[in-house]
């Protein structure tokens, strides 16, 4: 390992201005190795997660979310109180239109635990599905 390792666990999430704000697109971000520990066994507990944000002015940097995510490695936490305060300090530097987090925790005791928590910009409407049709995929190659 090298003297100075090039990154460490950090809360400070950056944000970087909206390439496009003037449409609504999905930014979506996968977590799948999330680890923090029960609060009370102090056992390990994971989790993948699955962020959806429509940004307005700001999108979050990547580096920044995984040192955030990375963070919590070493913290005791409830399913439910990690996944609210991810999304809390999320909305407070990106203050998206649109954002929902899945959190799926693997098995503990024989109980999965899913937490979906959203928030949506005041006066923020989505715009209306668009359902294309379905093609079978086609490779060229002969059947």
């Not at 809360?11 to 930014?27: G, Q, S, T």
Request: aromatic share 12%; proline share 10%; net charge positive.
């Amino acid at each position: 390992m090298p003297p100075n390792p090039p990154s460490r666990p950090s809360k400070e999430l950056h944000v970087f201005p909206n390439p496009a704000p003037e449409r609504d697109y999905v930014i979506q971000f996968q977590v799948p190795e999330f680890t923090c520990h029960c609060p009370l066994t102090g056992q390990p507990d994971f989790a993948h997660f699955t962020i959806d944000m429509i940004a307005d002015k700001y999108c979050v940097e990547l580096k920044s979310l995984k040192m955030y995510f990375w963070s919590y490695r070493d913290e005791g936490a409830f399913h439910e109180k990690v996944t609210n305060t991810i999304l809390e300090d999320i909305v407070k530097v990106t203050q998206p239109r649109f954002i929902r987090i899945t959190a799926k925790w693997y098995v503990r005791g024989g109980i999965y635990t899913n937490v979906v928590v959203e928030h949506r910009q005041k006066g923020w409407k989505p715009q209306p599905r668009v359902d294309l049709p379905a093609h079978g995929f086609e490779s060229g190659l002969l059947r």
